[in-house]
């Protein structure tokens, strides 16, 4: 089930480093968010905390909250395995288990959890890949490595290994940036498709991308360099590319600056 996703005063450190400061947001369920702007602003930063891969970096931290659906996943109650399988993740690079099957890649995260039904395995392959948009092109080579098909299949690949143990939320971390045109175009359709059962997240250095698929559009920004980054403003996406409220967004969607 979507959730709805609450950042309330979050500043995030790198050890005594201060990278990101007062992050104040919502992400609506069944929406697509994009965060936009330059290198080193902070986005990416802000997308690891969402589902606690920042605190894997030693001396991390982060200060606020971050609320699913009104739990605080940084509450001392709350399992950082179970928040990371309730909020997926895809990554810049495609990252299939290159000599696994793709059948395997697809269920790796139902095996860690212990289900063993080979029954229930194909099952969940079967509508994963196909929920990835992915099944007629894999489906007669199931069995041979996930490394051995395109970049573009191998992300989308990823993708049915998020959804196959069911998040709430997708995170993707510029997942069409090692990717050609027509996979990206392949990505995007798939985003638009899996809006409208998942919350998702994405970080983007296109900008037409943000604007083709998202919903709403944060732009970060940081001050100097060694200052954090920023949350410049917030918005539906069409408001933030036609009529933004800061002068720094409107600098940088027209390339006056980034």
């Not at 299939?96 to 995260?109: E, K, L, Q, Y």
């Not at 069911?166 to 993707?172: A, F, G, H, N």
């Not at 359709?189 to 994405?202: C, F, N, P, S």
């Amino acid at each position: 089930m979507a959730k709805r996703i609450d950042l309330k005063d979050v500043d995030i450190y790198y050890g005594a480093f201060h990278a990101v400061q007062s992050v104040n947001l919502t992400v609506a369920p069944r929406s697509v968010t994009a965060f936009i702007g330059p290198s080193g602003c902070g986005k990416s930063t802000v997308l690891r905390t969402l589902n606690r891969m920042h605190e894997e970096i030693p001396g991390a931290r982060v200060d606020g909250q971050i609320l699913l659906d009104g739990e605080n996943i940084y509450d001392r109650s709350a399992d950082a395995v179970a928040v990371r399988r309730t909020i997926g993740m895809v990554f810049q690079m495609p990252n299939p288990f290159p000599t696994m099957s793709i059948r395997d890649n697809v269920v790796a995260g139902l095996r860690l959890q212990g289900v063993k039904d080979k029954k229930k395995l194909d099952e969940v392959a079967e509508a994963s890949l196909r929920g990835a948009n992915l099944w007629n092109e894999v489906k007669d080579r199931l069995d041979k490595p996930g490394g051995g098909i395109s970049g573009g299949q191998q992300q989308r690949l990823c993708i049915a290994r998020a959804i196959a143990v069911q998040p709430d939320v997708l995170l993707m971390d510029e997942p069409c940036s090692a990717l050609d045109p027509i996979s990206t175009l392949a990505i995007e359709d798939l985003i638009a498709d899996l809006k409208k059962e998942y919350t998702i997240v994405i970080v983007t250095h296109n900008m037409q991308q943000a604007a083709r698929v998202s919903d709403q559009t944060g732009f970060f920004n940081l001050e100097a360099t060694g200052k954090p980054g920023h949350l410049v403003e917030i918005d539906d996406t069409e408001k933030i590319f036609s009529n933004p409220t800061e002068q720094a967004t409107e600098d940088y969607i027209s390339g006056r600056f980034g």
